[in-house]
T-cell receptor
């Protein structure tokens, strides 16, 4: 039972354009959602989070949108840069500490 | 500073060996975690320690034995592992940030069991 789903295994975007990464979830009891970025042979790096009581959170080039009725969230990166090429994981917090990850989306930024 | 360090970076062990993975953070975080990540899969939670006490064990086989000697250190003792245990083992620690318990990950130990 996959509670957090990232249906696109990969995404390719031109440098300077907007990257949109999508995530769906099934458990309406999740309180918070987080996005992590992971380079090969490194641990995930925290990017941005959003509470379930909000619909948008912004931090620099990164914006996360939450649509609770659709159980859907998205991460927007604008403008996209070559260093953004990585695997992006959507995660939800179950209880106080248990992170449930999606399968990840590999983002490639083309020059 | 959100640095979590892990040693060793790489480890090769036989199925009869005993080895330990180490994790350290000096950020005063109250919770520490072990995750296992297989290739092209998301991290999977193994253990959680809160205030140096084991609070979550995700039904992990007993050949993995966690230990939290103090609030900054977390160990994972390995014994009689199987080749399918080969994976990236990630440590994390967490602090509350804007109301959410945000986890920060170390670089991982890549383990190969022969």
């Amino acid at each position: 039972d996959q509670q957090v789903k990232q249906n696109s295994p990969s995404l390719s975007v031109q440098e300077g354009r907007i990257s949109i990464l999508n995530c769906d979830y099934t458990n309406s009891m999740f309180d918070y959602f987080l996005w992590y970025k992971k380079y090969p042979a490194e641990g995930p790096t925290f990017l941005i989070s959003i509470s379930s009581i909000k619909d948008k959170n912004e931090d620099g080039r990164f914006t996360v949108f939450l649509n609770k009725s659709a159980k859907h969230l998205s991460l927007h990166i604008v403008p996209s840069q070559p260093g953004d090429s990585a695997v992006y994981f959507c995660a939800a917090i179950q209880g106080a500490q248990k992170l449930v990850f999606g399968q990840g989306t590999r983002l490639t930024i083309n020059p | 500073d959100t640095e979590v360090t892990q040693t060793p970076k790489h480890l090769v062990m036989g199925m009869t060996n005993k080895k330990s993975l180490k994790c350290e953070q000096h950020m005063g975080h109250r919770a520490m975690y072990w995750y296992k990540q297989k290739a092209k899969k998301p991290p999977e939670l193994m253990f959680v320690y809160s205030y140096e006490k084991l609070s979550i064990n995700e039904s992990v086989p007993s050949r993995f034995s966690p230990e939290c000697p103090n609030s900054s250190l977390l160990n994972l003792h390995l014994h009689a592992l199987q080749p399918e245990d080969s994976a990236l083992y990630l440590c994390a620690s967490s602090q509350e940030l804007a109301g959410v318990e945000t986890q920060y990950f170390g670089p991982g130990t890549r383990l190969l069991v022969l």
